[in-house]
């Protein structure tokens, strides 16, 4: 790889990726009994609860939400340049927005590469008082793909809970499909079709 620092959306990965995941639908184990949800499959543990998150007028599958080890981690899948990676672009569009809100954000390397701890406001339901949440922006390019994910929840605070999430996220298998798609596009979602009988 070259030390070119003038390729500013340089693809954003761990350097073991395709063997640690996330995957490429190329990478994955063919034997293990993921959930197949369409743009992404997920690899079933104990403890783990699953919900699609669905945009109100289009019904369409916006992102798959995934509870796991007192933590939430929300992901998406989108179609990315063959070359190039989106996370650097998407972290700064991620920044722009938190601070919009009136919530802080930092940068930081986290175990997938440059992540975003940020501070949300909040309004509480009950009483309309401000709170605020940690969420934590994690991102990884793949080859023809960017999987982007949120961590809510203990996994932002407490070590242990961080790493069965982050554990999690890398056994997600991103299946980008053969049709050509604009970068930025989300990668479809669908239903889960039921895996046979455990």
Do not use: C, H
């Not at 599958?61 to 990315?80: E, H, K, M, N, R």
């Amino acid at each position: 790889m070259s030390d070119d620092q003038t390729a500013p959306a340089d693809k954003s990965a761990p350097a073991d990726r395709a063997a640690e995941g996330p995957f490429d639908e190329a990478e994955a184990n063919p034997v293990r009994p993921y959930i197949d949800l369409g743009g992404v499959k997920i690899l079933p543990r104990e403890g783990l609860n699953l919900r699609l998150e669905v945009e109100e007028q289009t019904k369409r599958i916006v992102a798959v939400g995934l509870d796991y080890a007192d933590s939430t981690l929300q992901v998406q899948p989108f179609a990315a340049p063959r070359t190039t990676g989106l996370w650097d672009e998407t972290r700064e569009q991620i920044r722009d927005q938190v601070r919009q809100q009136g919530g802080r954000v930092e940068e930081r390397e986290g175990p997938f590469g440059p992540e975003l701890l940020a501070e949300v406001p909040v309004v509480s339901n009950s009483d309309g008082k401000v709170g605020r949440r940690l969420a934590r922006f994690v991102g990884v390019d793949g080859p023809r793909w960017f999987l982007r994910g949120v961590i809510g929840g203990a996994a932002t605070s407490d070590v242990a809970a961080a790493e069965q999430v982050e554990d999690l996220f890398r056994s997600i298998v991103v299946v980008r499909g053969g049709s050509p798609m604009p970068p930025r596009d989300l990668i479809p979602l669908r239903m889960p079709t039921t895996p046979g009988a455990a």
